[in-house]
């Protein structure tokens, strides 16, 4: 726990950040516009799709403005369409979304009169005339009578500018000094546009048709209340429900649960009747949307006021009048479309109403939104750093997928809106820092493991030690590994036939692709010393196949030098011939070395042979010598048996190998040729000097270039001279290195 304190420490100051956002003491602008995208994504997600036919638009579309003219239109004729909606369609209540806040004078009854007190004030007739016209010119009039008595609701707005004050506001749904003592927050206005104080007191009811959009511009929520000068109106959609149901009491609901602090308000809804308003902090309900436009029936209103709707279409149907035209601009912003008829909000908001499908965002969500950050949070910020990369990244991928789950379980069965984008930050910046974090940790590993083994190993095996760095240690240890040396024959002679600088080219020229070859192999550079490379395989990484690399590696040798050839003839330079010994075992790999320098390298007997190995490759005309381990550990490749030696500074004789490669380099006259040399290598071990010897020269007569054959045709003399003996185990003793 203490190694991983200060990713803790961090994690938790992360926490505290989210924490403090939650709690209002931070404004993180960019959680709130996500939590606006997460609330949207939900609501699209579960819209119903449906039509409510229950309730009608009766639109001032383009069609009707094409047909009635410009609006606003003449009262008259919206006192015709209150005659057709209400004698001839019966429909059950009405509600406009529309304000009256200027008279009519379309009649041009005020310049009549204008000049009954003018120019004309003397003539009897046209006093008389108009005197009998005044009741049918009188618009206002005339729709204010085909209103009364009649369930209508009329609409108005509040706004923020105190001096914009028009119209006559209706009568308060609370009084004043409601919420004395509690800590309600209610959206406050200045001003308003009411209608003409006769439409307004012959009208049923009236509720505004202010919305409340949020930072982003986005209509989600409406005002349920709203106070201007202490008292609180309602909406449009409440007005008309309570008259629907009969204009019950509008009663605010507190909750009384104990451990409620004593700054929560506990206004968590409002009563209508049988209906229960949910609210949220604001006192505003979220729109409970069925869809995209068109959720509701559209007719237009030319034809309702001509009477060429179907009757069926319009009988006890709850009927909105707004508008759907760009032009009178009641078009607003939403989270199912950027373009959506503001009166459709409306409907939409009764429609939850008479269902109890809006959703309850109620003023204890913040304190909840802070439970339920702090105490994954901390959680989180405590385990992800106990945790490796890959179970972090479950558990994280876990939260992120659950707890939008159970966020829309909620959300669609306790019609609970809790906040989401909060805690969905929270966990991928825990993740995000565990990860980052433990990034850069690693990369300062890889650093320091680069600049160990940089000089040693290839880059990908540095990558590969990066992934783990606390698998690779530079401590001595005992391993089972192979060992290379290479030599370049008589590389002294050459060296001083050359200048320094065609020296140093000619050093480069071939040190260079043989490194190359180690790498391909997965090798480890030991140390080059002079013309000469050590190198080793299974550390500081393991390598169950180290016997295997290291053989293929020292053929590859050969074959590289060979191509080498013509290149450094056109150079000038003599062709190199190399001598590579392999030997596998148990051996000390480590940092080894004093205070001033130390080097990471290989020692044992097991290294030592390979070295007296690669020296004794001249003395049987061969390229390569591998010791019995590195034959037995790689087994797939084929060898031909060389002898069985005795090197200087060592007792124990040992047999030793030329590989010769993969199995396919066995052809038929190969196996022919390893098949005579074995029956002279057995008979030469059996003292039975004169049939070893008529081997030895066929084999010699039929394969003229192999130095190896007459290598053992020169021993038979002296062993014939003085015999070994009965107990002789066939090894020949090397007197030098």
């Not at 997460?38 to 309730?55: E, S």
């Not at 001598?579 to 000390?588: D, E, F, H, L, P």
Request: aromatic share 8%; with cysteine.
């Amino acid at each position: 726990m203490k190694k991983q304190a200060v990713r803790i420490v961090l994690g938790l100051l992360i926490v505290a950040v989210f924490l403090g956002h939650a709690a209002r003491y931070l404004d993180l602008a960019f959680l709130t516009r996500f939590e606006h995208l997460a609330y949207d994504l939900r609501l699209r997600m579960t819209l119903p799709g449906t039509v409510d036919p229950r309730i009608v638009i009766v639109d001032i579309d383009e069609k009707s403005l094409a047909a009635e003219g410009h609006w606003p239109w003449r009262r008259d004729r919206m006192a015709t369409m209150m005659d057709q909606l209400f004698d001839r369609y019966h429909v059950a209540l009405v509600g406009f979304d529309v304000v009256w806040a200027e008279r009519d004078e379309s009649s041009g009854l005020g310049v009549m009169q204008e000049l009954a007190r003018n120019e004309l004030k003397d003539d009897l007739r046209y006093q008389q005339t108009l005197q009998a016209l005044e009741p049918r010119l009188q618009f206002d009039r005339i729709f204010a009578d085909h209103l009364r008595s009649r369930p209508v609701v009329l609409g108005y707005y509040f706004s923020a500018d105190a001096a914009q004050r028009a119209g006559q506001l209706p009568k308060p749904a609370l009084a004043k000094g409601i919420f004395q003592g509690r800590n309600v927050v209610v959206t406050r206005y200045t001003g308003y546009g009411a209608n003409l104080e006769e439409l307004q007191s012959a009208a049923a009811s009236a509720g505004h048709f202010t919305p409340l959009p949020d930072e982003d511009g986005i209509v989600r929520r409406v005002p349920m209340l709203a106070e201007y000068e202490g008292a609180f109106y309602e909406p449009l959609s409440v007005a008309m429900v309570r008259l629907l149901q009969g204009s019950p009491e509008l009663r605010p609901g507190f909750t009384d649960a104990p451990g409620w602090t004593k700054n929560y308000p506990g206004l968590e809804w409002l009563d209508l009747g049988d209906r229960r308003i949910p609210v949220d902090a604001d006192v505003a309900a979220l729109v409970p949307y069925r869809g995209k436009q068109g959720s509701f029936p559209y007719i237009s209103a030319t034809d309702v006021i001509h009477g060429k709707v179907p009757p069926q279409d319009l009988k006890d149907r709850i009927v909105l009048v707004g508008t759907s035209a760009p032009g009178l601009q009641d078009l607003r912003a939403t989270p199912v479309a950027s373009v959506y008829p503001g009166v459709e909000i409306h409907a939409n908001l009764i429609s939850g109403m008479l269902d109890g499908t809006i959703h309850q965002n109620p003023p204890y969500v913040l304190g909840a939104e802070v439970v339920l950050l702090l105490l994954p949070g901390v959680a989180l910020a405590l385990a992800f750093p106990l945790l490796n990369p890959l179970r972090a990244t479950v558990l994280a991928g876990v939260m992120l997928i659950g707890v939008p789950a159970v966020n829309l379980i909620i959300w669609q069965k306790g019609g609970l809106v809790l906040p989401l984008a909060s805690g969905m930050f929270m966990v991928s910046g825990l993740f995000a820092l565990n990860m980052s974090y433990g990034f850069f940790v690693e990369s300062r590993a890889k650093r320091q493991i680069t600049g160990l083994f940089k000089g040693y190993v290839p880059p990908e095996l540095v990558d590969e030690m990066a992934l783990n760095p606390d698998s690779v240690s530079t401590e001595g240890e005992s391993r089972e590994m192979s060992v290379l040396f290479s030599d370049v024959r008589g590389f002294t002679t050459i060296s001083e036939s050359l200048d320094p600088k065609d020296l140093a080219r000619l050093m480069n020229g071939f040190l260079t692709p043989l490194t190359q070859v180690i790498y391909r192999q997965r090798g480890t550079i030991d140390k080059y010393m002079g013309d000469c490379i050590m190198a080793f395989w299974g550390a500081p990484l393991p390598d169950q196949d180290h016997a295997r690399h290291a053989v293929l590696t020292g053929l590859e040798m050969q074959a590289r030098m060979r191509e080498l050839e013509p290149e450094f003839k056109a150079r000038g330079w003599p062709a190199l011939h190399i001598g590579v010994g392999v030997n596998s075992g148990r051996m000390t790999v480590g940092n080894m070395g004093s205070e001033v320098r130390l080097a990471y390298t290989v020692m044992g007997d097991t290294v030592n042979l390979a070295s007296r190995l690669e020296g004794i490759t001249k003395q049987y005309g061969v390229g390569m010598v591998v010791g019995d381990n590195t034959r037995k550990a790689a087994p797939d490749l084929v060898y031909r048996e060389l002898d069985f030696v005795r090197v200087k500074g060592r007792q124990e004789a040992v047999p030793i190998f030329e590989p010769l490669g993969p199995p396919d380099v066995a052809t038929k006259a190969r196996q022919e040729e390893l098949g005579l040399w074995h029956k002279a290598l057995r008979l030469y071990r059996a003292q039975e000097w004169d049939m070893a010897e008529l081997q030895l020269m066929n084999l010699t007569r039929l394969y003229p270039g192999e130095a190896l054959y007459r290598i053992f045709l020169d021993r038979l003399p002296a062993l014939r001279s003085i015999p070994p003996g009965p107990g002789w185990d066939g090894a020949y003793t090397f007197e030098s290195k």
